[in-house]
């Protein structure tokens, strides 16, 4: 399998697993996609739910991935599914587990990970897969990332004790959630540093976009990154939207819908995938909370990015993003993968006008027809009402972010514009996000066993100044030269 750019030119030689896989965007600024999707017919379907069944989720994750994954040994990629996907990191063999809630709603429990996030899905395998190419290249990478909360987490514990790897972690000082600076800040390694910057979390990302800009540091020090645009990130978490469809009946149900609290546009670009290879799914319902850019484009063909000031805080801190940064792979094959035109729309009409309108064309029909799409959007009360109403009748208590997604999903079910079985996909566990649980429910979750006491631990972290060259510094110290 190869890999091209969104943004490329038909003359550019597509480029191999391996090699995009450290790579964060393509050099023309667009992002790296197969040439093709391969195709799953009903026999390997069938073959899939077999090898789930008896070697569960790592099993099931080396089938699909390989499709992908031709520059890597097959045994090789098979040992890094063992050791990404198993019951020490995720809690079971089967790593997501499917619960049924009522009115043919399931939920798909996705945050059994280190962290208690979704992103363990994806980050698991991919410090797998950093170590694994970075030991083959004999080289050594010197992550710098930017996080409020759930990805910088995810990172430092997939990161954690790979060879050649080290994390520099921004955090914007103070504010994150006490459960998500315990779990950063509490990590006692060399080569994890958690760095408290005096700012918000764009002064933290700012900062990073300022040392990936300077291209000799870059190069001198090994900076690299983990941002969710990442092929590889993406891949993985196609594996899962298998094992839902399979746990909802498999080849017995015709086809399953999901409903996807969606932030960056990585994980349903991921059901997307999965969709166009022929894996039975029916509709893709991309669930957003107040910060609607995406319903707003699956309603009207316009797609209107906001800046920073107009991004609203929510309750569902990680879905409070205004340009979602893997659009562009389902824009590129919903234009027919013309890369001229996706070059026009995100290159010049997005960045010159802060927006580009599909409305007109004939291809905005096609985000329902031929790929599946429906939107919708909630708000606090929705997601309080939300908590409250999963709990009542089902005794389960969701997250915020999964609560958008139950609450879309729910008017799409009483609305009749879709069948079951419908996956809600459960992003977080709810005790990260504590202070909302308790608004809703007048108590707060449980902690589970494996995350007690971790707010007592010693912190390991670093103050610095909102200052670039303050950051560099302690870079070159800790790399030396
Ligand atoms: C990252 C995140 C999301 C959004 O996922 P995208 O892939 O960015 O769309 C939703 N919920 C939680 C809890 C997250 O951490």
């Not at 991919?126 to 990478?141: D, P």
């Not at 990805?151 to 006490?178: C, H, Q």
């Not at 950063?184 to 994890?192: E, K, N, R, T, V």
Request: aromatic share 10%; hydrophobic share 40%.
């Amino acid at each position: 399998m190869r890999y091209i750019s969104t943004r490329g030119l038909p003359t550019d030689t597509p480029r191999s697993f391996t090699d995009i896989l450290l790579r964060g965007l393509a050099p023309d600024g667009g992002l790296y996609m197969p040439v093709e999707y391969p195709r799953v017919d009903s026999e390997m379907l069938t073959k899939w739910a077999d090898r789930f069944r008896e070697g569960g989720y790592a099993a099931l994750a080396f089938e699909v991935m390989r499709l992908f994954v031709d520059d890597i040994p097959p045994a090789d990629l098979e040992a890094m599914c063992q050791r990404a996907y198993n019951a020490d990191n995720f809690g079971s063999d089967v790593v997501t587990p499917m619960t049924q809630l009522e009115d043919g709603i399931w939920l798909l429990h996705l945050s059994n990970g280190p962290t208690a996030a979704f992103k363990d899905m994806a980050m698991q395998m991919l410090g797998q897969l950093f170590e694994y190419v970075l030991e083959k290249e004999g080289r050594e990478l010197n992550i710098v990332g930017a996080t409020s909360g759930d990805t910088g987490s995810s990172a430092e514990y997939a990161m954690l004790g790979k060879d050649n790897i080290r994390v520099f972690m921004l955090t914007p000082a103070g504010r994150m959630t006490p459960f998500q600076q315990a779990q950063m800040y509490g990590l006692d390694d060399p080569a994890i540093i958690n760095i408290a910057l005096e700012g918000v979390f764009d002064d933290c990302q700012d900062v990073v976009k300022a040392i990936s800009a300077d291209a000799d540091f870059k190069e001198k020090y090994s900076i690299g990154a983990v941002n969710s645009i990442n092929w590889a990130r993406l891949l993985a978490q196609v594996v899962y939207y298998v094992a839902a469809w399979i746990q909802a009946g498999g080849s017995s149900v015709k086809k399953v819908s999901f409903s996807v609290p969606t932030g960056n546009f990585g994980d349903i670009c991921a059901g997307h995938v999965a969709r166009s290879m022929g894996v039975p799914i029916d509709k893709l319902i991309v669930a957003t909370n107040e910060n609607n850019v995406l319903d707003e484009f699956f309603r009207t063909g316009i797609y209107r990015v906001r800046s920073a000031a107009e991004t609203f805080e929510t309750s569902s801190p990680s879905m409070d993003i205004s340009k979602a940064s893997n659009f562009e792979r389902f824009i590129f094959d919903l234009v027919g993968r013309d890369q001229e035109l996706v070059r026009d729309l995100f290159a010049n009409k997005l960045v010159n006008e802060g927006e580009f309108s599909l409305a007109d064309s004939s291809v905005f029909r096609d985000t329902r027809i031929r790929f599946g799409f429906l939107s919708g959007s909630s708000t606090h009360a929705d997601r309080l009402d939300s908590i409250q109403s999963v709990y009542r009748h089902d005794k389960v208590i969701i997250d915020p972010h999964t609560a958008d997604a139950w609450k879309v999903a729910r008017d799409a079910m009483r609305g009749g514009v879709v069948d079951p079985p419908l996956v809600v996909l459960e992003t977080a566990l709810p005790v990260k996000f504590a202070q909302t649980i308790q608004e809703a429910l007048g108590f707060t979750p449980d902690t589970p066993k494996r995350f007690e006491g971790i707010e007592d631990a010693k912190r390991h972290v670093i103050d610095l100044p909102n200052d670039v060259e303050a950051v560099k510094q302690l870079i070159r110290e800790v790399v030396g030269d």
